[in-house]
């Protein structure tokens, strides 16, 4: 017990660092843990729009047009706010933006203006390229009557 208390007498700038950075992991572990989970793997995203899930998709109109998830309506982050009354409350909600970070903020907007069920994709539209799953490109999107096109 000596050599601790003499080891803590000779670093204390040490153990203070030790410290600070177990309690700066634990707060940050106690806050994920109290703000619930909000983001899914691409894999997980694709179950909740199998289970009639709202796409999302928070990138600007050129991103949307260069592809995007199938059947996501484009709402750019900025003008979420004035949408949310077009949103249905009583399906889930998944949104994408490129690599995730986006759609993390907007998760939180869609939960604290009540909407339970809202996630957002982990890596965004690049996770989701990454593995492979299946977009759409906005011409074909627009056509009446055609398929969408797989990228």
Known sequence: ???????????????????ASFFLVVFTEIRRKTSGLINVEPGQAVGLINKDAAVIDLRSAEAFGRGHIVGAKNVPLDELDSKLDKLDR?????????????????????????????WGIKGGMNAWNQDGL??????????????????
């Open 1 to 19: 017990m000596e050599q601790y208390l003499e080891f803590v007498a000779n670093n204390t700038i040490l153990v203070v660092a030790l410290l």
């Open 90 to 118: 009583s399906k889930p909600i998944v949104a994408v933006c490129d690599a995730g970070i986006s759609s993390g903020k907007a998760v939180d907007k869609l939960r604290k203006a009540g909407f339970e069920s809202a």
């Open 134 to 151: 299946p977009v759409v490109t906005g011409k074909k999107t627009r056509a009446k009557g055609g398929k969408a096109k797989k990228k």
